[in-house]
């Protein structure tokens, strides 16, 4: 035994020229010893063995291949390459199939592992999360909201042990920046303080972290952005201007790297904290409108510190004495799970969708499965071809498992060309793949390994999962009766193949289907009346200005209120009107209190958030809002802080008989008596501000006739004079700002660009499924009627015509597809009536979309088969009957 | 520089091949060694000493007949080369010469 296995190691290290005389002489020297002990003869070849691993001995690695059984395997290699050439419509389709399919399913896989990658590249990731503000509303969670307020984060720090760092930083909405005459506007602008580099490891390129954001006025700008401002020159101290929102000038005191596009907080900006001193309200708990994180040391778990988080904010945001079922609720929420499981307001950008990648994970996985399926259908399609040739091969002494390397072989050949297709197709579409998703996922794939990874392990195990079934049943083929020519294809065989044509087609009907579902929620969305008109209306943001005094406030006004006037003395500009949040903005494009409101005298306080708007008098007359009673604000009345107008769902909270009745009432927040009270004035119907995802809010519109975020309403004929007035009367009275005008219906058609994308995705990807699996059809329908061929024959002789014989072929196929219609239609149905409940308003279910899907479907599948079948329908008789 | 590369253990396998003339091959190599000089040799150290041997051109081999006792496998009979010869040869002069240029009297003194 001992001597067996040195044997086989001498035999597998040992250059195989010298192997044959040491051997010998081993075996000489072992019988000699065999004479004494044969114990102590095995234990002395062994030793001899491993002394005669020597370098000088050993196998040359290039000369010799480790297995040098090679010989079949180069058979097999050579077998099936001459198959797979001969049948060049079988190889074709399989390969073009195969390579769609992995390329699709690759390519949807890299997206899905970029959604998922949010996050994850911070050092410690799993020890840092975001504190968020959660209303809870009779003991259940009401409103979430993502942000905190600026003292939570060192509270927490301070009092509990398990927390050992934390960070507060705000989101700015846009700023143009001026270096010059160099300007841009900016939407990535955040304030952070000099912790916030402690929790996110930000790479570093110029300046201290410890110290670059210790001043006020400091500004770290990422690398690209500093480019832009600076070019090649060093920013390091040069000055930028804020023209908005806060005037100031920042010194640039740190660059950074480009963050990764996979953070939930992305920014290009830092500005030290210290900057806004004057802005914070840090005592106000209830002035949410910070991003708070938090560290916490190695190995804590924070569900566990619920209590002690409510014991140490709750009396700040609450009180002593709050009521636990009607409270705010800290919700500490760990950062890597922001991306795609969160479901807070007031995001800092849009999140991802867990319900999408859920999606795409089912087309994918049907792409490629609809791929495979189709090698299987089409190499057992052709058994009758291969049938021979195995018994031939048993005949001659060909064990089964052979058969079967050589049936894998052919899989594993098919999917190797399929996998070198697919690379190149992934390669060249990947661009358009990553504007589709509007991300970008990687730069090449060729060299992402990940990718490669992917496709080496999804082309082998293609080869089994779609290689072993056929490999099985090709060589488990009785030669005797094959060779007799009693072969029959089994009626297994063909039940398993009709099986698997039904489930292609349910699959391809279902993303048919819900695309078009997809598109149709869309357009209903896009087209529907939201209670405003926007046609026409556009926005533009006055730069504020750099008054001390109230002499300075007064000049801006006096210009602001001129530039009004002399933009409604044209004929082309109908209303300008002003507001602080311009309809069409995202959801957090609001501003909101949860503050208990109450109608003094006549209702109990209702918890709950309510939406604030600050607007003038021609704000609602600009967008063509619609007062169901009351009347507008008075723009006599200087600084009115008493007037409010609401909308209709405000006041349906409160649950009168008639809402009217309200008008003239007063209506308080909070709770305490002295609070200020405002008379309803005026009550409008509601509006959608936003994407039709969120219902219409309960909002409060509140007098500010000097909103700086102007709405224009223009003349419909001759806009384009109204939009040359707004030019040049904007460089008459702004002419160092830059002026951007936003299109009110183009910000609303662009709340729906993340479901278009979705839509467009789903809609190509549903494409190339329904492609393979034609294809497949194309190759199944193409043998089977060559194998009929015979039978086509005999009806014609019989006198068949060709209409009825495309008519028998059409039987089968029909039948298949509506099998597979009944099948893929409650699956269309539970998919798309949750894919719809995603949204505040939804079309109905429209079941008349299954009957189209389902006609598409057979439209393209008799199509396919048709065109097969007529060929063969069409063959001269006496030549496919000349054998019999 | 070396004439010639040649280990003492290389020298003796080399003469031990002169010794056997044509009956020189591995096991009686060993043997022959084994019996000579009263050491243990390993057919590890024996077989790469032989092979790098007729690398180098000094040794020269063919295959033999095979028999039962060896497992069916042939034998490879060793022959020394002219270049082996020559090795050999010079070998054995830089040796006469050390010893010819040994004063007498190194000797001598274990005399006293």
Excluded at chain 1, 225 to 236: L, N, S, T, V
Excluded at chain 1, 421 to 433: G, H, K, N, R
Excluded at chain 1, 602 to 629: H, I, K, N, P, W
Excluded at chain 1, 661 to 676: A, C, I, S, V, Y
Aim: proline share 3%; aromatic share 12%.
């Amino acid at each position: 035994m001992l001597k067996n296995w040195a044997d086989r190691l001498f035999k597998w290290y040992c250059n195989p020229d010298f192997y044959p005389d040491i051997k010998g002489d081993l075996e000489e020297i072992y019988s000699d010893h065999l004479e004494k002990s044969e114990k102590l003869a095995q234990w002395k070849y062994l030793i001899d063995v491993a002394l005669l691993f020597r370098i000088s001995l050993l196998r040359p690695i290039t000369q010799y291949p480790i297995i040098k059984d090679t010989g079949m395997f180069r058979n097999y290699f050579k077998i099936s390459v001459r198959n797979l050439a001969r049948h060049k419509m079988f190889t074709g389709i399989n390969v073009i199939g195969l390579a769609i399919g992995l390329a699709g399913f690759l390519l949807i896989n890299e997206y899905i592992r970029f959604e998922r990658s949010y996050d994850s590249f911070h050092e410690d990731v799993d020890q840092i999360y975001r504190v968020s503000y959660v209303q809870v509303i009779n003991g259940e969670d009401g409103d979430k909201d993502a942000m905190s307020s600026y003292l939570v984060g060192s509270v927490l720090n301070e009092e509990l042990p398990e927390i050992i760092q934390h960070t507060v930083s705000k989101k700015f909405d846009p700023m143009i920046l001026k270096n010059g005459n160099v300007f841009f506007k900016e939407s990535g602008i955040i304030s952070a303080d000099s912790n916030f580099l402690k929790l996110f490891n930000y790479q570093v390129i110029q300046g201290s972290k410890e110290t670059f954001l210790n001043e006020p006025n400091s500004i770290v700008l990422s690398r690209s952005r500093a480019k832009a401002y600076f070019g090649d020159e060093d920013p390091m101290g040069k000055t930028l201007q804020v023209t908005t929102n806060y005037k100031a000038t920042l010194k640039v005191t740190g660059i950074i790297e480009d963050l990764p596009d996979n953070t939930h907080y992305r920014f290009d900006m830092m500005i030290s904290d210290k900057t806004l001193d004057g802005t914070h309200d840090y005592e106000n708990w209830s002035y949410n409108n910070y991003y708070v994180y938090l560290k916490t040391a190695p190995g804590v778990d924070v569900s566990m510190l619920d209590d002690k988080v409510y014991a140490a904010t709750g009396k700040f945001i609450d009180g002593e004495d709050a009521d636990v079922n009607n409270r705010t609720r800290l919700d500490i929420h760990p950062i890597r799970d922001i991306h795609l499981k969160s479901d807070f307001y007031f995001n800092p950008q849009p999140l991802g969708s867990q319900k999408a990648i859920t999606f795409l994970v089912i087309i994918s996985i049907f792409i490629i499965t609809i791929a495979w399926v189709n090698y299987i259908n089409l190499s057992t399609a052709r058994a009758m071809d291969r049938a021979k040739e195995v018994g031939l091969r048993k005949v001659i002494g060909a064990f089964r498992t052979q058969l079967i390397i050589q049936f894998l072989c052919e899989a594993f050949l098919i999917n190797l060309v399929g996998a070198i297709v697919a690379l190149a197709i992934a390669e060249i579409s990947l661009p358009y793949f990553n504007l589709l998703v509007d991300k970008v996922i990687v730069d090449h794939v060729w060299n992402h390994q990940p990718f490669l990874v992917s496709l080496v392990v999804f082309s082998v195990g293609g080869t089994i999962a779609s290689g072993f079934y056929p490999a099985l049943v090709l060589s488990d083929f009785k030669p005797i009766a094959i060779l007799k020519g009693k072969f029959h294809n089994s009626k297994k065989g063909v039940a398993l193949r009709r099986g698997l044509v039904i489930a292609q087609f349910a699959a391809s009907m279902v993303l048919v289907a819900a695309t078009f579902i997809i598109y149709l929620q869309i357009n209903f969305m896009i087209g529907k009346d939201i209670g405003l008109s926007v046609d026409k209306v556009v926005n533009v943001l006055i730069p504020e200005d750099d008054y001390e005094d109230e002499e300075g406030r007064q000049a801006f006004l006096n210009r602001f209120n001129s530039f009004k006037e002399s933009l409604r003395s044209h004929s082309a500009i109908e209303t300008v009107g002003g507001t602080s949040n311009v309809p069409g903005g995202d959801e957090n494009d609001i501003n909101s209190t949860t503050s208990a409101v109450s109608i003094v005298g006549l209702s109990d306080r209702l918890e709950g958030t309510t939406y604030v708007q600050f607007t003038d008098d021609q704000f609602f007359d600009a967008v063509d809002m619609d007062f169901y009673a009351g009347k507008n604000f008075d723009r006599s009345i200087k600084r009115d802080t008493v007037s409010v107008v609401v909308n209709k769902s405000f006041l349906e909270r409160f649950n009168v008989a008639d809402i009217e009745d309200l008008l003239g009432e007063k209506m308080q927040f909070g709770k305490k008596e002295t609070n200020r009270k405002y008379t309803i004035i005026g009550i409008v119907n509601d509006i959608n501000r936003t994407s039709l995802k969120t219902e219409v809010e309960p909002t409060i519109y509140l007098p500010w006739m000097n909103a700086d975020n102007l709405v224009i309403e223009l003349n419909d004929i001759n806009y384009l004079a109204g939009i040359e007035h707004l030019e040049n009367t904007w460089k008459d009275f702004y002419p160092d700002a830059p002026l951007d005008i936003t299109y009110l219906d183009e910000r609303f058609a662009s709340l729906y660009d993340q479901d278009k994308r979705f839509g467009d995705t789903f809609l190509v990807f549903a494409l190339l499924a329904i492609l393979v699996a034609i294809l497949g059809l194309f190759g199944l329908s193409s043998f089977l009627s060559i194998q009929r061929s015979k039978e086509v024959g005999v009806r014609k002789v019989l006198g068949a015509t060709k209409t009825q014989i495309v008519a028998i072929f059409y039987k089968d196929f029909f039948v298949l597809i509506a099998v597979s219609v009944l099948i893929g239609s409650p699956i269309v149905y539970f998919l798309m009536n949750s894919w719809l409940d995603n949204y505040a308003y939804r079309i109905d279910f429209p079941w008349w979309m299954l009957v189209i899907a389902g006609a598409l479907i057979s439209v393209f599948a008799l199509a396919t088969v048709g065109y097969q079948t007529s060929k063969v329908a069409s063959l001269d008789p006496a030549k496919t009957l000349k054998y019999e | 520089m070396k004439k010639f590369q040649l280990g003492e253990f290389e020298e003796i396998v080399l003469l031990t091949v002169g010794v056997l003339y044509d009956e020189a091959y591995g096991v009686a190599i060993k043997n022959e060694i084994e019996n000579r000089l009263e050491r243990k040799v390993s057919v590890g150290a024996m077989q790469s000493a032989l092979r790098r041997m007729e690398k180098k051109g000094f040794l020269d081999s063919r295959l033999g007949e095979m028999n039962k006792k060896r497992g069916g496998k042939p034998k490879r009979y060793f022959t020394i080369t002219a270049f082996g010869k020559q090795a050999l040869e010079y070998s054995k002069d830089v040796r006469t010469d050390l010893w010819n240029s040994i004063p007498e009297i190194a000797f001598d003194l274990k005399l006293v």
